[in-house]
């Protein structure tokens, strides 16, 4: 019996862009929101990229957001990411 394996990675269309920091991830206070939508696994996915902002930011807080539908974050959860984070990343699941 022959058993065939399959690469499932395609030939790439674009090269990579590395992504750049565009705020002073220093200065102290710093403050980080984490976003996850409701997408199953997108909170447990923030979970990990708390874990590892947690070491590459050493004394930067890592402010928790849960969106409770996939719809448009809410103006007021906008309102509140906006006025107490300095930078935020955002989880998208499925």
Known sequence: MTISYL???AERAAPPEPYERRVDCSKRP????????????????????????AELLPGATLKRYQK????PI???TLEEVA????AVVASWGH
């Open 7 to 9: 690469e499932p990675t």
């Open 30 to 53: 710093f403050t980080l929101g984490l976003v996850a939508n409701s997408f199953p696994d997108s909170a447990h996915f923030m979970n990990h990229v708390e874990r590892a902002l």
């Open 68 to 71: 409770p539908t996939v719809d």
């Open 74 to 76: 809410s103006e007021a």
């Open 83 to 86: 006025r107490d984070c300095d």
